[in-house]
């Protein structure tokens, strides 16, 4: 099995799969996030047609701000 590893948690990878998809997987709805695979940032505007390979690790964090 192809797999990408998405904040420590195991994702079976499928043909195609973006960031998007990964996000919608994960269940990640916050709007404020950090995308980084394999430690290089992605654009919010970079989603849908940045595509994710075997093996990938993605990190997603949520931005918080307060004051």
Same mark, same amino acid.
């Given at each position: =099995?192809?797999?990408?590893? /998405?904040?420590?948690?195991?994702? $079976?990878?499928?043909?195609?799969?973006?960031?998007? +998809?990964?996000?919608?997987?994960?269940?990640?709805?916050?709007? =404020?996030?950090?995308?980084? /695979?394999?430690?290089?940032?992605? $654009?919010?505007?970079?989603?849908?047609?940045?595509? +994710?390979?075997?093996?990938?690790?993605?990190?997603?964090?949520?931005?918080?701000?307060?004051?």
């Amino acid at each position: =099995m192809k797999k990408i590893t /998405v904040n420590d948690n195991i994702l $079976k990878w499928e043909e195609n799969m973006n960031i998007n +998809v990964i996000l919608q997987r994960m269940n990640y709805t916050f709007r =404020m996030l950090v995308v980084k /695979v394999d430690g290089k940032l992605v $654009k919010k505007n970079d989603y849908n047609s940045t595509i +994710v390979y075997p093996d990938s690790d993605v990190k997603v964090i949520h931005l918080i701000s307060g004051g």
